[in-house]
């Protein structure tokens, strides 16, 4: 597609449901916290993966200190304060594509507060494809469904999975650049949208590439 601001052509009534839920927050909202963080760190010349991993350190630290903090929600502020971000001029880039990005942290905000990430993601390419300068692409698609998937990983598994789930991206045992799969599924000709299966073959594709890693088996105790 032509790269584009993510959040231009979806549905209004999405885009203002999302909107609402990020500006009518606590009297101090935590995702802005997370803004901060990366409008600073881009600033001192970091890049998307290495922002991405101290959000997650960060989010870690504050469950750490305020117990009133769960790990899924930092999950989804997390993705809220990027989603800001990456809106307002964050030059954020995902595979070294800029909308890449904003639809890796659209699809986590969407599944995250308003549980539509798929959802959305099959609405803003079938939207694409009635517009005569672009098209459905796939890998836009799949992207979306990558940041709902990461999000869905964080949030559905419990406070100890949500727990981990950060962790593994703060610690750099996973991240964007080692853990995403190379997107190269193309577009389809102009005004054609994908059919179910196709869009269900992207999600496999996209949910068999992400996973929780199993855990390591602790350690045998010492032979006598």
Same mark, same amino acid.
């Given at each position: 597609?032509?790269?584009?601001?993510?959040?231009?052509?979806?549905?209004?009534?999405?885009?203002? =449901?999302?909107?609402?839920?990020?500006?009518?927050?606590?009297?101090?909202?935590?995702?802005?916290?997370?803004?901060?963080?990366?409008?600073? !760190?881009?600033?001192?010349?970091?890049?998307?993966?290495?922002?991405?991993?101290?959000?997650? #350190?960060?989010?870690? =630290?504050?469950?750490?200190t305020?117990?009133?903090?769960?790990y899924?929600?930092?999950?989804?502020? =997390?993705?809220?304060?990027?989603?800001?971000? +990456?809106?307002?001029?964050?030059?954020? %880039?995902?595979?070294?594509?800029?909308?890449?990005a904003?639809?890796?942290?659209?699809?986590?905000?969407?599944?995250?507060?308003?549980?539509?990430?798929? #959802?959305?993601?099959v609405?803003?390419?079938?939207?694409?494809?009635?517009?005569?300068?672009?098209?459905?692409?796939?890998?836009?698609?799949?992207?979306?469904?990558?940041?709902?998937?990461?999000?869905d990983?964080?949030?559905?598994?419990?406070?100890?999975q949500?727990?981990?789930?950060?962790?593994?991206?703060?610690?750099?045992?996973?991240?964007?650049?080692?853990?995403?799969? %190379?997107?190269?599924?193309?577009?389809?000709?102009?005004?054609?949208?994908?059919? =179910?299966?196709?869009v269900?073959? +992207?999600?496999?594709? +996209?949910?068999?590439? !992400?996973?929780?890693?199993?855990?390591?088996?602790?350690?045998?105790?010492p032979?006598?």
């Amino acid at each position: 597609m032509t790269q584009a601001n993510f959040s231009v052509s979806l549905p209004a009534v999405i885009t203002i =449901v999302l909107a609402a839920i990020l500006t009518n927050a606590p009297a101090v909202p935590i995702h802005r916290e997370f803004t901060a963080t990366a409008i600073a !760190l881009e600033k001192s010349g970091q890049d998307f993966n290495q922002i991405f991993a101290a959000v997650c #350190r960060q989010a870690l =630290v504050g469950c750490a200190t305020n117990s009133n903090l769960r790990y899924d929600d930092s999950a989804r502020y =997390v993705f809220a304060g990027l989603w800001l971000w +990456v809106n307002n001029a964050g030059a954020a %880039k995902l595979q070294g594509r800029h909308d890449w990005a904003q639809h890796f942290i659209g699809g986590g905000a969407f599944e995250g507060y308003l549980d539509i990430g798929p #959802r959305a993601a099959v609405t803003k390419e079938t939207i694409d494809s009635r517009d005569p300068g672009n098209r459905y692409d796939l890998d836009d698609l799949a992207a979306t469904l990558l940041g709902s998937r990461w999000m869905d990983l964080a949030t559905s598994g419990g406070p100890a999975q949500a727990k981990r789930w950060l962790e593994l991206w703060a610690t750099g045992q996973m991240s964007l650049s080692n853990s995403l799969p %190379k997107l190269q599924l193309g577009q389809l000709p102009q005004f054609q949208q994908a059919e =179910v299966d196709r869009v269900q073959k +992207v999600r496999a594709f +996209v949910n068999e590439s !992400l996973q929780l890693p199993p855990e390591s088996p602790p350690p045998a105790p010492p032979q006598r």
